[in-house]
């Protein structure tokens, strides 16, 4: 957002020619990209769409992005005193245990991974657990993968009939050549501003996922952030004065 407000200050103040722009700053990105799949994108004037919403020094261009999907379900158990009769209850964490072993675990080849992510359940210790919900999340940037991992989870149904499971389709997935017209464009706008650039294939969605699912012309750029979701987050300044200056640069009628 700064990089994007610096760069149009900057184009205002020095009044250099320029393409017509639209700022649009969308909210609930982190939960999963809420803000742009409610905006209504025919008050877009544009077919291209330009965002910076990946980690990494600038210069990054994202060739792809996994589509994504959430999964929860929820385990029924039995409760009873644990002290006193547990043999009478069912425990639902011990089952929701069982069931967690036979799914998945972080990455699973470069294209895939999947999470799960979290689990509640129980009251007391003395209470053998009745209900435990579980939540998580996969995604991939094949199709066919994609459609495995569904295959997974849904079988879950048939070895545990009882399972409420609810599948959710978050975002699909995109693939772009790196000689597609507008990566050429922002390649040679890089080189005028001697950015070195690079290709990134992110294991991350953004507004883009559903900007291109609507018919946009769309690119993701890194701006810098680096060591993103974790207490280590930083932003070097360089980035965002290279970042600032790419977007004068790319905006400007030279």
Same mark, same amino acid.
């Given at each position: 957002?700064?990089? &994007?407000? !610096?760069?149009?200050?900057?184009?205002? !103040?020095?009044?250099?020619?320029?393409?017509?722009?639209?700022?649009?700053?969308?909210?609930?990105?982190?939960?999963?990209?809420?803000? %742009? $799949?409610?905006? @209504?994108?025919?008050?877009?004037? &544009?077919? $291209?769409?330009?965002? =910076?919403?990946?980690?990494?020094?600038?210069?990054?261009?994202?060739?792809?992005?996994?589509?994504?999907?959430? *999964?929860?379900? +929820?385990?029924?158990?039995?409760?009873?005193?644990?002290?006193? !009769?547990?043999?009478?209850?069912?425990?639902?964490?011990?089952?929701?245990?069982?069931?967690?072993? $036979?799914?998945?675990?972080?990455?699973? /080849?470069?294209?895939?991974?999947?999470?799960?992510?979290?689990?509640?359940?129980?009251?007391?210790?003395?209470?053998?657990? /009745? +209900?435990?919900?579980?939540?998580?999340? *996969?995604?991939?940037?094949?199709?066919?993968?994609?459609?495995?991992?569904?295959?997974?989870?849904?079988?879950?149904?048939? /070895?545990?009939?009882?399972?409420?499971?609810?599948?959710?389709?978050?975002? =699909?997935?995109?693939?772009?050549?790196?000689? /597609?017209?507008?990566?050429?464009?922002? %390649?040679?706008? =890089?080189?005028?501003?001697?950015?070195?650039?690079?290709?990134?294939?992110?294991?991350?969605?953004?507004?883009?996922?559903?900007?291109?699912?609507?018919?946009?012309?769309?690119?993701?750029?890194?701006?810098?952030?680096?060591?993103?979701?974790? *207490?280590? !987050?930083?932003?070097?300044?360089? @980035?965002?004065?290279?970042?600032?200056?790419? =977007?004068?640069? *790319?905006?400007?009628?030279?």
């Amino acid at each position: 957002i700064a990089i &994007f407000i !610096e760069a149009i200050v900057a184009i205002k !103040e020095g009044k250099l020619k320029h393409r017509p722009i639209d700022l649009l700053l969308t909210f609930g990105e982190e939960a999963h990209l809420y803000g %742009i $799949k409610e905006f @209504d994108t025919n008050l877009l004037r &544009f077919k $291209k769409v330009l965002l =910076m919403d990946s980690s990494g020094k600038v210069g990054g261009i994202v060739l792809s992005s996994p589509s994504h999907y959430s *999964f929860k379900f +929820q385990v029924q158990g039995k409760k009873s005193h644990a002290g006193i !009769e547990p043999e009478k209850g069912i425990n639902a964490i011990h089952q929701a245990a069982e069931i967690i072993l $036979k799914l998945p675990n972080g990455r699973i /080849d470069s294209e895939t991974t999947f999470n799960v992510g979290m689990i509640q359940g129980g009251e007391a210790t003395n209470i053998v657990p /009745d +209900q435990v919900l579980v939540e998580g999340e *996969f995604r991939s940037t094949s199709d066919k993968k994609i459609q495995s991992l569904i295959d997974t989870i849904m079988k879950l149904n048939l /070895d545990y009939p009882e399972l409420k499971i609810d599948l959710i389709k978050d975002y =699909m997935g995109y693939n772009l050549s790196s000689t /597609d017209p507008f990566v050429e464009k922002l %390649i040679k706008t =890089m080189e005028r501003n001697k950015i070195i650039h690079y290709f990134v294939h992110s294991g991350g969605g953004s507004d883009a996922n559903v900007l291109k699912e609507k018919g946009f012309e769309v690119l993701n750029l890194t701006c810098g952030m680096m060591k993103p979701h974790t *207490f280590e !987050e930083y932003i070097e300044i360089d @980035d965002l004065i290279t970042g600032a200056e790419l =977007m004068i640069n *790319f905006l400007t009628l030279n």
